[in-house]
C-alpha cells in the first residue's frame, strides 16, 4: 500500500515576528491532522541595495551615505536575521511537517506576485494577513484593494483565507459596495468606500508625514519612520530639478535680447522699447522674488532633511557599532562551538571505532548464524528422516498391537480352556481328592510355622501357605478340639470334592489328622485386602475399573453356577470381599462358602451380598451406610462417589453396574422377584462386560492411532511372568502357549517339573521359543514410561 501525500497549507508571511507566529497559529489550530503539512511562504526584499538607496533594518537612506563594506555587512546580517526567523517559525510548527518558500518581493504589485506563486506551485489552500498587503503598499486601501484583487482574480481551485489581528474575515460586496466581515459575522463598517475602511483596519493610524509646508520636523523618538516617504520625495524632487534648471545667463538673455524686441532709430521708438524692456524688467524681478521666496523654503526644507538624515546617520552607526559588538561576542560563542564541535567529532570518532567493532562483531555472528542455519537444516534433514523412520515404527508397534491383541484372546481362551477343562475332570466321577500324610502337611508348613502363616488386614489366621509337589498350595487348619467332627469334616471334604468351577476355589487334597484341607494358593490374596488396605499405588495400579468389571462378573458367574447346583441350589450365606481370593492374574474366585448350607434354598442373603459388594467394587468404600445411601442414588451422585482410584470410569458402563447392585439390593424388600435369579444376573452383568471390552479396545485404538500419547500407566498382564510376577526382560514361548521368563522357566525345569506352571498339565516338550513380539512390545512400554513424548 503506497504513502499517503500530506496536504500541504500555504502560510504567507513577512518579516513582523508578532503578525507571523499569530497567522500561524491560527493555521495549526485550523489544521492539526498528521496528514497536513505547513508550507512558510516567506515575502522578503530581493536585495537590500539600489542604484539610488540602501534599505537598513532602520530604513531607506541614500546609497551615497553607506560604503560598500558597511552596506555588504547590513545584507548579511539580514540575510542571517531572515535565516532566524525562519527557523523560530519551523520550531514553532513543532511536530507539523514545515518546509519554507522564500519569495523575494520585486518592483511589481505584491498582490500580482501571489496570484503568479498561486498559479505556479497550484496552491489549494493559502491564509494571509490583510496587513501583510499593507506592508507592500504602505496603505490601508492599498492592502484592502489589493485583497480584494487576489480574492476576485484567484483560481477556483484555491481557498483563500484571510486574517486580521489573527481572526479570519471574509470579503464582501453587496450592491457595488465593499466590506469586511470576522468570523463572529460583525462588520468593521456596514457601508462605505475603500478610503473609509483603510481607517476601520487600523483605527490609531495616522497620516505621519510632513506637507510641503511643513517648515521644521517635530522631535518624537519615530521621527525618521514618520517621514521617510517625504524624504524619498524630496530627494526625487531634487534630482529633478537638477535635470531641469536653467541659468541666469539664459534668463537675462531672453529678458533683454527677445525675438520681438528690436532696436528703433527715432527716439519714440526708443522709448516704448525701454517701457516694454522695463515692463520685462518688472516681471522678472517678480519672479526672481519668487524664486528667492521658493529658495528659503527649500533651504529650510533642505536643513530639515539634512538635520533628520543626520541624526539617522548618526543612529545607523551607533546601532553599526553594537552590532559589530554584537559580532564579536557571536565570534565568541562560535569559537566555542568549535571547540565544543571538536570535542563532538573526537567522541564520534570514538564510537565510530565502537561501531567498526560492533560491525566486526555482527559479521561474526552473521556467519556463525549462517553456520547455524546449515546445521538447522541439517537437524531438520535428519528430523524428517526421523520421522519417517518413526512412522514406520509406528507402523511396527501397530502390528505388534495387533499381535498382542491376538496372543492376549489365546491366553484367555487357555486359561478358560483351562479351567473348564480342570473342572470337568475335577467333577469326573473317577476323579478323587488327594489325602496327604500329617508328615506331608507338617513338611509342607515347616511345622505350621508362623512365617507361613496367611494374615488378612494385618489379623492372623488359620490358613497356612505350603508346597506340595513343588506347587504353591493354601493349607487350611481346623481346630481339632472345638471344630468339626470326624463326621462333619469327612462331609465338608466329601462336598467341596463334588464342586469344581473356574471361579471357586479348587480343593486339591485333605488330611484326616490334623484335619486340614489343601487348596489352590491364590498369589494376590482376598478382594478385602487389595481394596481396603492396600498401598494406594498398588491399588490404583491393579484394581482399575476393567478389572472391577472383571472381577464383578467373575464372582456373579460362580454365584450363579452354586445356585444352579443339582440336585439342589448351593447358598454361599457369607459373601463379602474378605471370601473373594484372587490368583496372580486378579482372576477372581469365591471361597469358604458354607457346605451345611448344602441344601438351604433361601437365595436373598447372596443377591443381597453381590449387590452389596458390586457398591464397594464401584465406590472403593466399606461402611454401614453404603447401601442405605446407594437406594437414595440418582445417576449425578453416582458419578460424585465413583472411586477416582480406579481410573476414569465409563459413565454409563458406572450406572448400568450400579443399577444392577440396587436391583439386588431390592431382593429383600418387598416380595419376591420372581424373576431375579443369579443365572438372570449374569447375563446381564456379561453385557456390562462386554460393553468395557469394547471401551478398552477402543482406547487402545485411539492410542495406536494417535502414535505418541502415553499408555496408561497399568502393567499389561501379558508382559508381567507367571512366575516371577514382574515384567519380563527376555521372555520365551513355552509349550503350554504362556511366555515365560527365560530365567524362571530353566529354574522351573532345573528342580524336576515338566508340567505347566499355568496349567499344571504335563508338557509335550521342554523347547523354549524366543517371543520377539512380545519383547518389543515391553521394550517399547518401557520407552514411553521413561521419555515424556513432546
Known sequence: MGTQVAEKVYVAIGTDQQEGFSTLEWALRKWSSPSISIVILFLHAANNTSKDYVYTPLGKLPANYMSDERSEGI????EE????????YKAFCGKVKAEVLKIEKCNEPLQKLLLEVISRFRITKLVMEITLMKSSSGKSHGALSGSFQIHHRKPEFCQLFILSEGKLVFLREENSEGFIEDDQGDRANGKGTLGDWSGQIKPNEKNLCPTASSSMPSRSPDQWENNVEEIESYFHQLISLNSDEVGPEAENETLWNGPDVQESKSAGDTVEMLRIKIGRARDVTESKKKEAKANVE??????????????????LEARIDEEIATRVDLKKELDNAEEEVCEVLNEFEGKKGKLSSMLELQRELSNRLQQSSLAKYSVEAELDKAVTKRAEMLREIEEWRRQRDVLQRRIEFCKEKDAIGMANRLTDSSFECKEFTAEEIRVATDNFSERLRLKSAGDSTNVYRGKLNHTAVAIKLYDSENGLSHEDFQAEVKVLSQIRHPHLVSMIGFCSEPKCIVFEYMHNGCLRDALFYAPRSSRDSNLNWHARVQMAAQVCSGLAFLHSARPRPIAHGNLNPSKILLDRNLVAKIYGFRTSWYYLPNMESDFWAFGNLVLQLLTGRNWAGLVDEAIVMDRAHIVKVLDDGAGKWPVDLAVGLAGIALRCLSANDGPPDTELSMATVKREIDLVRKKAEEIMAGREHEAAAEGGEEEDSDVPRVFICPIFQDVMKNPHLAADGFSYELEAMEEWFRTGHD???MTNLKLNHKLLISNHALRSLIHDWHNKR?????
Open 81 to 88: 536575521e531572515n535565516d532566524k526567523l525562519l527557523s523560530r
Open 298 to 315: 527649500r533651504n529650510a526644507r533642505a536643513e530639515w532633511a539634512i538635520c533628520l538624515c543626520t541624526r539617522r546617520s548618526e543612529e
Open 75 to 78: 545584507r548579511k546580517m539580514k
Open 755 to 757: 508340567t505347566s506352571p
Open 786 to 790: 521413561s521419555i515424556p513424548l513432546s
